[in-house]
């Protein structure tokens, strides 16, 4: 009986799914069995009315969004065109990521499993639901349901009993072959970087845009407890066009010192040279990395050194150490017995990989550089919303960075790596600082006709799209701008006060603010709202406007509908379960936009 080929797709914002798809993807191999691991957008999706087996990994994101990669295959997926008997040829999985704290929780897994069905897919398993908020987080759901799944595929496609399963003690093959060079290339260290500061097309991960920094300005005051920045970049001779709702990715590099102390720990020359050659034909370069390219230049500008181990990283290690002591304490943090102690050990205080390897040096000081890729994920883009207009700032790009830093029980601070390196560049230096970055369109979609009304909502930095979209609006002589603000205090961070103000005096824009921390009792933007209910309710339903919302995931979402809802109810006198459908319309006709984050 010929073994199928087991198709893993992932869908992943923040790269847990497309870890836990590679995961699978090992296990595969380690079973002897054909396997592809891809991202859903990545897949010619009508190849699979032709696939025997799938296994979906796909995460959660925002308010029960599906990850930007798999986007597409999303649209795809629920044409109402398709047969109901397209997948009648498919066995499938459905593995899902989320947080039990957001009210759409793995809506995206859940969506995903009942549609399969519909067009004739056979469930092996109910969908499994991670949930990050478990104290073991997504693997205490993870692998029991893993574990159901290989006994299902193995009694459905056993493999021959001549070919035995490859033991989790031993490590797969590498990825790729380091090829290291005895004679130093003729390249310059501007050759080694994929960005370009004068591209011919659009710039986009693959050809990011090196965009000089000209300010770096920080905007909260002296006592405030968090660095926010205004950081402006210049974007002549780019091909870079964008709109209000636009967003703007950035691709951060490691530190110096974490580079040289990497280098030191794991034995490597930072300044060899090597090309890479992949183990299996048909594999291609990892993507965004130059060859020949530097050791230095892998880690300082590749390998996400300063991120938050996950278990596989323990499994490989575990693999490759041929320290007795390290290989056992390795051995039982990546296990599944091992996972309260893997995570109050790392996840808890955020232990980095860098940390995770100092604590394992003779493990470290041995790992053999072709298993770097297959160990250390790549450093991920960062997604900022684009806080100017080209019309009110030509040739430039602006956004507001808060610059993340906080304490765990470890000696030193945990920085975020993105919000640090930036907050750390210095535009009046020698020489040019560049930034690679390049622009995607946001979620957020302003209305072009000139006479409608906008309500924007915005916490905190989640103020910088509406920036755009005022100057861009007030750029075309569009009035009725609302803005509802909502900071901790006016004098250390109300930001854009004084552009505000001038607008308001001009009669392009109504402000209201709510500084959370001026009275004993909190004021946050949902009060403002239900205070001026009249105002909203004339806005919404006399005048068509279109309401949006931006700032952190967690509370405000939810806070803002139930201030919408008893505005429904109280001004436009409907039902609980009216002002519920009328909430509903809004969101489905783009008339009510959010743009959160965790």
Partial sequence: MQVPQLLVLFGSQTGTAQDEAERLGREARRRRLGCRVQALDSYSVANLIREPLVIFVCATTGQGDPPDNMKNFWRFIFRKSLPSSSLCQMDFAVLGLGDSSYAKFNFVAKKLHRRLLQLG????????????????????????????????????????????????????????????????????????????????????????????VITNQRVTGPQHFQDVRLIEFDITDSNISFAAGDVVFILPSNSEAHTQQFCQVLCLDPNQFFTLKPREPGVPDPPGLPQPCTVWHLVSQYLDIASVPRRSFFELLACLSQHALEREKLLELSSARGQEELWEYCNRPRRTILEVLCDFPHTAGAIPPDYLLDLIPRIR??????????????????????????????????????????????????????????????????????????????????????????????????????LFFGCRQRDQDFYWQTEWQKLEQKGCLTLVTAFSREQEKKVYVQHRLRELGPLVWELLDGQGAYFY??????????????????????????????????????????????????
Avoid at 409 to 414: A, N, Q, S, T
Avoid at 561 to 590: K, N, V
Wanted: net charge negative.
């Fill in 381 to 482: 883009p960062r997604a900022f919303s684009i806080a100017s207009s080209l019309l009110a700032h030509p040739r430039r790009l602006q956004i507001l960075v808060a610059v993340v830093k906080y304490q765990t029980r470890l000696k030193e601070p945990r920085r975020g790596l993105c919000s640090s390196w930036l907050a750390s560049l210095n535009p009046g230096q020698a020489g040019p600082v560049r930034v690679p970055l390049w622009v995607r369109p946001g979620s957020l979609v302003f209305p072009e006709t000139p006479d409608t009304p906008i309500i924007m909502v915005g916490a905190g930095t989640g103020v910088a799209p509406f920036r755009a979209a005022i100057q861009e609006r007030v750029a075309h002589g569009q009035t009725g701008n609302f």
């Fill in 121 to 212: 897919g056979s469930a092996l398993l109910p969908p499994c639901l991670g949930d990050d908020q478990h104290e073991l987080g997504p693997d205490a759901a993870i692998d029991p349901w893993v574990g159901d799944l290989w006994e299902k595929i193995m009694v459905m496609y056993p493999v021959p009993l001549d070919i035995p399963e490859i033991p989790h003690g031993v490590p797969l093959p590498s990825k790729f072959i380091f090829q290291f060079l005895q004679e130093v290339p003729s390249i310059g260290a501007e050759e080694l970087n994929i960005a370009s500061s004068a591209p011919q097309t659009p710039p986009s991960e693959l050809q990011p845009f090196l965009a000089p």
């Fill in 549 to 598: 919302l931006a700032g952190n995931a967690k509370y405000l979402p939810t806070d803002v509908s139930e201030a919408l809802m008893s505005i429904f109810q109280e001004e436009g006198r409907l039902s609980t379960a009216d002002a519920s459908a009328y909430l509903a319309r809004l969101q489905q006709t783009l008339r009510f936009q959010t743009e959160t984050w965790a």
